[in-house]
Antibody, heavy 122, light 107 residues
Framework: EVQLVESGGDIIQPGGPLRLSCAAS????????MHWVRQAPGKGLVWVSR????????AYADLVKGRFTISRDNAKNTLYLQMNSLRAEDTAVYYC???????????????WGQGTMVTVSS | DIQMTQSPSSLSASVGDRVTITCRAS??????LAWYQQKPGKVPELLIY???TLQSGVPSRFSGSGAGTDFTLTISSLQPEDVATYYC?????????FGQGTKLEIK
């Protein structure tokens, strides 16, 4: 079964760091581009960051650029999001999402994890 | 950056109605447009990609159309299980912007 399982969500004070993890299984993780998408309580979906299959290229939304770092360990089939200088407005459910398989036609975000909740509050 | 604008923001319709949601990109995105369905309390799911291709397992009452800047999601006959928020998204390159969502309810 194709699966993405996030972990690491927590209640954290403003300014603090937090690292999210996403364990992938059931597919060739190392072939796929991966993303993080977040959703604040009662709000819409916001794309956060993307990493390509061999980690040679990353991209970030302006609202997290310089504070968040996406990375991956293909040997461990795991995606990460290091979040620093957290703000109250970063409070959200963070989803790990599968993107393009790296070859052929671009494909959309077809597999989503269950999400992990990050709450930034003093 | 390209902005994605959905309309309406919310919609109430009766079972069996034909429902249409529109999505407009501020610049052309060819057909790199996806639609997602998020039922209350659930994870988003991919409904349609490449503007008009149904993801495997999605009921045929859902359809998508459009290219360039104007796109449409249509439900041909609304069912109670279609109550959800629907999002469009451009996925050709970063930033992979979502529309603000359309909340669909049953009248």
């Amino acid at each position: 079964e194709v699966q993405l399982v996030e972990s690491g969500g927590d209640i954290i004070q403003p300014g603090g760091p937090l690292r999210l993890s996403c364990a992938a299984s059931g597919f060739s993780f190392s072939s796929y581009w991966m993303h993080w998408v977040r959703q604040a309580p009662g709000k819409g979906l916001v794309w956060v960051s993307r990493i390509n299959s061999d980690a040679s290229s990353t991209a970030y939304a302006d609202l997290v650029k310089g504070r968040f770092t996406i990375s991956r360990d293909n040997a461990k089939n795991t995606l990460y999001l290091q979040m620093n200088s957290l703000r109250a407005e970063d409070t959200a459910v963070y989803y790990c999402v599968r993107g393009w398989r790296g070859v052929g036609v671009l494909n959309a975000f077809d597999i989503w994890g269950q999400g992990t909740m990050v709450t930034v509050s003093s | 950056d390209i902005q994605m604008t959905q309309s309406p923001s919310s919609l109430s319709a009766s079972v069996g109605d034909r429902v249409t949601i529109t999505c407009r990109a501020s610049q052309g995105i060819s057909d790199y447009l996806a639609w997602y369905q998020q039922k209350p309390g659930k994870v988003p799911e991919l409904l349609i990609y490449a503007a008009s291709t149904l993801q495997s397992g999605v009921p045929s009452r859902f359809s998508g159309s459009g290219a360039g800047t104007d796109f449409t999601l249509t439900i041909s006959s609304l069912q109670p299980e279609d109550v959800a928020t629907y999002y469009c998204q451009k996925y050709n390159n970063a930033p992979y912007t979502f529309g603000q969502g359309t909340k669909l309810e049953i009248k």
